[in-house]
């Protein structure tokens, strides 16, 4: 199972529809993606498609929610991992 971005605009919104699987290397490529970015705000990440998710993503999608980007469907175990990572 491989990691995909798509990208889409909503109004002022970007949109990284992600799939497959999110590891180390899948990260580092969406930080890259993050830093043309002017505005975290209006950032979205879709998580509908994400397959299989390690302690890293889980740990750095957290930390993308701290930073103001928002995150939309993601799995509830995810949700629940995150939690959990707070502590």
């Known amino acids: 199972m491989t990691f995909r971005i798509k990208t889409a605009e909503l109004g002022r919104f970007t949109v990284f529809i992600l799939s497959g699987r999110i590891e180390q290397q899948a990260i580092a490529g969406l930080r890259r993606l993050f830093e043309l970015q002017t505005d975290h705000h209006d950032i979205i990440l879709d998580l509908k498609d994400v397959g299989v998710i390690d302690r890293d993503a889980v740990k750095f999608l957290r930390d ?10 993601c799995p509830a ?3 629940e991992w995150m939690e959990r990572e707070k502590t």
């Open 64 to 73: 993308c929610e701290a930073d103001a980007m928002k995150l939309e469907n």
């Open 77 to 79: 175990y995810v949700r």
